[in-house]
């Protein structure tokens, strides 16, 4: 089969707006993750089904997936797997969002008919993609669905990334996020980012804009920008994708050492 793609980098300074973003997070490593993601992801673009997979020492797996699609489309992308694979293979550390179709592609089809998504990160040592599927065939995918998606692609991969690593476990994250001064509080603590580096990072935990931060902080959103940008330098992270998961990380150790 011949793979169709549109391939967009994405900026690891984008920031994350999408609202139903927080909610999702504080399901990882629970059950209903995937349908709460694809839930949050259908409200942006609209789409039916999401499979995510996980590379690993050249092995591919398939760690969840949500949503109903036509037997024959579901077949499809069964079947489609090794060329997702071939895809993965390809990823770097920075997010890459392109349109994609699992379907043999016809003489003289256009990559406007792409029915497919497909959003790739490497995340330490393994590689994710999220695979999302709108079944509608007369609304094919756009360039305009990929920019919409593009400032949460990162943030996306980087929730998939951390529910494969506790599917098993059972660690519940809704705490992490629940409360901000618990955040400011953990990020103070494990961290040597100043008291304003701080408050930003952690509403940008917690699912604000850049604008929302600045009107919380009686900031300017210029100053928000440049106070996200210098803690990321000083914590040596890419974007907001690392600094979930470099979050996340560093408070399972603090609420042990403060309890």
Known sequence: MTAMFDILEVDPYAEVGLNDMTEVITEIGLPQFPRNLLGAINKLIGVDYCVCYRLRNYEIREISAAGLLPSTKFHAIQKDIHNVKRQM????????VRT???????AGRSETSASEILALARVKQDVFCLKLVRSDTTAALSQGDIEKLQPYASLILASVAKHAELMNRKVKFAPALSVIEDVEDCLSDASSLSPREVEVCARILSGMTSNCIASDLGIGKESVMTYRKRAYTRLELRG????????????SDWTKNVN
């Open 100 to 106: 994609y179709s699992s379907d043999a592609p016809m």
């Open 240 to 251: 907001q994708r690392e600094l979930l998961v470099w979050y996340l990380e560093i408070w």
């Open 89 to 96: 293979m390809t990823a770097s550390h920075v997010t890459r």
